[in-house]
């Protein structure tokens, strides 16, 4: 009886994990400065982030490190690329944030606030290591 109320027990703690939508990211999310909004997608196995409205509609890629990428306007870059989701940590991980303020890309984790499933979580970070990082919340907008 006691192996079984411990089964039990166990898959009721794991639960919320095995039931996390792998899609869960999949929409349209507001930046953390509220200057603009991103929606997330789905190629292959592979999630991404497209930059789909700004403050400024004209603004380009100027601080981009490569001079032929400068011109490009900045809505339509995808500043999350290549999230892949670890069901283990219910994280997605693996790729990378672009920051076109500041023209530089950041290894990056994401996952979705468990207190708050509106809020999206973005770690991006440097030296393969999220202790030298920082943590930015997105806002569900739809």
Not at 65 to 75: D, G, H
Not at 89 to 96: A, E, F, K, M, P
Request: include cysteine.
């Amino acid at each position: 009886m006691v192996k079984i109320m411990q089964a039990v027990t166990l898959a009721l703690w794991l639960l919320p994990f095995s039931l996390t939508d792998h899609n869960a990211i999949i929409g349209v999310w507001r930046t953390p400065n509220k200057d603009g909004a991103v929606e997330i997608y789905k190629v292959n196995n592979q999630y991404n982030g497209k930059l789909i409205s700004y403050t400024e509609p004209g603004a380009t890629d100027a601080n981009n490190p490569s001079p032929s990428l400068r011109s490009r306007k900045v809505i339509g870059i995808d500043i999350f690329q290549n999230f892949v989701y670890d069901k283990k940590n219910g994280r997605w991980v693996g790729g990378t944030i672009y920051d076109p303020e500041s023209g530089k890309s950041y290894s990056c984790s994401i996952w979705l606030n468990k207190d708050n499933p509106k809020q999206l979580q973005a770690r991006g970070y440097l030296l393969g290591m999220e202790l030298f990082g920082r943590t930015e919340t997105f806002t569900r907008v739809r």
